[in-house]
């Protein structure tokens, strides 16, 4: 190979790099499950037929927050990352990104989602967007992760926010059904993550980090999951009674997925040191999530929703004569 076309081919390796590291910094495999939720929020408060523009626009908004929300985590837990063995590879902690890029990058990032949001979907789902990343960075990352073992509890509003987003984009204000989406992840997060740190507890203690395991054991964490998992499966009911926002598909649907994390739950709570239980709850805790997403918005289509209404018609003139 000539020595111009090595030198070429260096250069492509390197721009790809830098590339990488800076996706990398996004922590992009979280985000999607934001996403999916934004867009079922959207589903259900179009009640089927969102402007599917507006969409992407909200996605690509709700993108650009998140990633710009965890690039200045990454700047800010730059030293604990350095330490725990799972984080030591990120892009900071390793030395191909420097602080100052990062900033300049994550305020690149909500700058380009405020405004792609305000100019084309509206200010209040653009503000709320900001809202996350001031949550997730003031809130959980600054204020309770190295503090409290609640940590998540209440810094796990920011990861609450993006079905807000999604909703406001749509109608241009929170109504009762966006709340309640809220309440859902607000309520899913502690199962979620707790059996996480349950997996990645010392790694936490290493660093000083007081996740619930740390401080009160597996035993005890593994009951609050299962508490929390009680708590979840009344509040996605919410959906369908008092607000009907979604209907008995969902309901259904809901009702079956909560059954399993419960389930999933309760076997945990049996054997609180089973790694493999534990990696299971969290594992099936994003799965949930998905589906339930899912189910929202095969739940708001208007065939769906014909289909039903036609079946429990037809269901009761049978029973009825
Ligand atoms: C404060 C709240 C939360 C905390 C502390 C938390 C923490 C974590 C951590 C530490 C991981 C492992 C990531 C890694 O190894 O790099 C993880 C994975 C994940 N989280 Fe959360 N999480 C939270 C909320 C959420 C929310 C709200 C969502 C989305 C709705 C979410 C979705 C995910 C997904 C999809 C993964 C798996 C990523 C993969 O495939 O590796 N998390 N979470
Ligand atoms: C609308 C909007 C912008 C919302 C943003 C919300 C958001 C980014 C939520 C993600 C929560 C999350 C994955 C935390 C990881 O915890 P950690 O950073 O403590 O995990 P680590 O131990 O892996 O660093």
Redesign the pocket.
């Known amino acids: 190979m000539q020595p111009s076309n090595i030198a070429s081919q260096v250069h492509h390796e390197n721009i790809n790099q830098v590339f990488r590291s800076y996706y990398q910094l996004t922590?992009p495999?979280?985000i999607?499950?934001?996403l999916?939720?934004t867009a079922a929020s959207m589903w259900v408060a179009a009640q089927g037929h969102p402007n599917l523009l507006l969409v992407l626009v909200t996605l690509i908004g709700g993108w650009l927050a998140a990633a710009s929300a965890q690039v200045i985590n990454c700047v800010y837990d730059r030293d604990i990352d350095y330490d725990m063995e799972?984080?030591r590879d990120r892009p900071i902690p390793s030395g191909r990104i420097q602080v100052r890029d990062a900033l300049i990058f994550a305020g690149l990032l909500a700058l380009s989602s405020f405004t792609l949001l305000a100019g084309f979907a509206n200010l209040l789902a653009a503000c709320l967007a900001m809202a996350g990343i001031v949550v997730?960075i003031g809130v959980?990352t600054h204020w309770l992760k190295r503090s409290s073992p609640q940590?998540?509890v209440i810094?796990?509003a920011?990861?609450?926010i993006?079905p807000m987003v999604g909703w406001a984009a749509v109608t241009g204000h929170i109504g009762w059904a966006a709340w309640i989406f809220f309440a859902i992840?607000f309520v899913?997060?502690p199962p979620?993550?707790w059996a996480?740190a349950i997996l990645?507890k010392d790694d936490y203690a290493k660093v000083n980090v007081p996740m619930l395991p740390v401080i009160v054991g597996n035993e005890e964490t593994a009951k609050q999951i299962w508490l929390y998992t009680i708590l979840l499966v009344p509040v996605t009911l919410l959906m369908v009674c008092p607000t009907e926002a979604c209907g008995w598909l969902y309901g259904l649907l809901a009702l079956l997925l909560g059954g399993l994390f419960l389930q999933k739950a309760y076997d945990l709570k049996q054997c609180p040191c089973d790694r493999d239980l534990a990696r299971g709850v969290?594992k099936y805790s994003?799965f949930y999530?998905m589906l339930l997403s899912a189910a929202m918005v095969v739940d708001s289509l208007p065939v769906t929703r014909y289909t039903v209404q036609a079946l429990v018609g037809f269901l009761g003139g049978t029973f009825i004569s």
């Open positions: 922590k495999r979280i999607p499950l934001l999916i939720e799972r984080t997730y959980y940590n998540i810094g796990g920011a990861g609450a993006p992840v899913w997060t979620h993550f996480l990645i969290f994003i999530m």
